[in-house]
């Protein structure tokens, strides 16, 4: 098992560039997340996908598109790059079973830098 | 709204000693989980420990204890005889119960393990 995968691991953009982080988890769980983590903010939730076919704004979704591909994958889309948006860059996914949430499980991060 | 609130930014201990790290939340709800992440240099996030509000009992796991104090709405984690692999940011995060819902991080608390 891989877990949850994210690609790229670092990325360049200049500003009003435009760019897909993609995510892919093989546990099976229904529930998906991006945040991002800015320091001193702690990990601030971007957009969530409780199951397939469904997606919702979290915290700070201004600037970002989402697409719950499959249960699979979640992608996550910068349509046009501000240096505000440079931030490390999460996914995450997780499930309930017999009525329990699990922890979520991270992928290993985008280091994201708009110049 | 909820909340989850670390107070203390930077932390540091002496290597076989113990710590404490702070963190309180707020909600309105009965039914919630309780976790800890570690976040070490690699950026990797990984569960430390996680509670059950239903459950009186506070979670252990090794050298790693929580005060759960449910009325107060205080969650600390207790590292005992800590090992310079502990130095990490630490993360508090809260999620409710009863829905697909999102999970929510305080700010995070740095841990430095003095040799």
């Known amino acids: 098992n891989a877990g949850v995968t994210q690609t790229p691991k670092f990325q360049v953009l200049k500003t009003g560039q435009s760019m897909t982080l993609q995510c892919a988890q093989d546990m099976n769980h229904n529930s998906m997340y991006w945040y991002r983590q800015d320091p001193g903010m702690g990990l601030r939730l971007i957009y969530y996908?409780?199951?397939?076919?469904?997606?919702d704004k979290g915290e700070v979704p201004n600037g970002y598109n989402v697409s719950r591909l499959n249960k699979r994958e979640f992608s996550l889309r910068l349509e046009s790059a501000a240096p505000s948006q440079t931030s490390v860059y999460f996914c995450?996914?997780?499930?309930?079973?017999?009525?329990?949430?699990?922890?979520?499980?991270f992928g290993p991060g985008t280091r994201l830098t708009v110049l | 709204a909820q909340t989850v609130t670390q107070s203390q930014p930077e932390m540091s201990v002496q290597e076989a000693e113990t710590v404490t790290l702070s963190c309180t939340y707020d909600?309105?709800?009965?039914?919630?989980?309780l976790f800890w992440y570690k976040q070490p240099p690699s950026r990797q996030m990984i569960l430390v420990i996680r509670q059950e509000a239903y459950k009186q009992q506070n979670a252990t796991e090794n050298r790693f204890s929580v005060n759960f104090q449910k009325a107060a709405k205080s969650f600390s984690l207790k590292i005992s005889d800590s090992q310079l692999g502990d130095a990490a940011m630490y993360f508090c995060?809260?999620?409710?119960?009863?829905?697909?819902?999102?999970?929510?991080f305080g700010p995070g608390t740095s841990l430095s393990v003095i040799p």
């Open positions: 909600t309105s709800e009965s039914d919630y989980y």
């Open positions: 995450a996914s997780s499930e309930r079973e017999t009525g329990i949430w699990n922890e979520q499980f």
């Open positions: 995060a809260y999620r409710r119960g009863t829905s697909y819902d999102k999970v929510i």
């Open positions: 996908s409780a199951s397939e076919g469904t997606t």
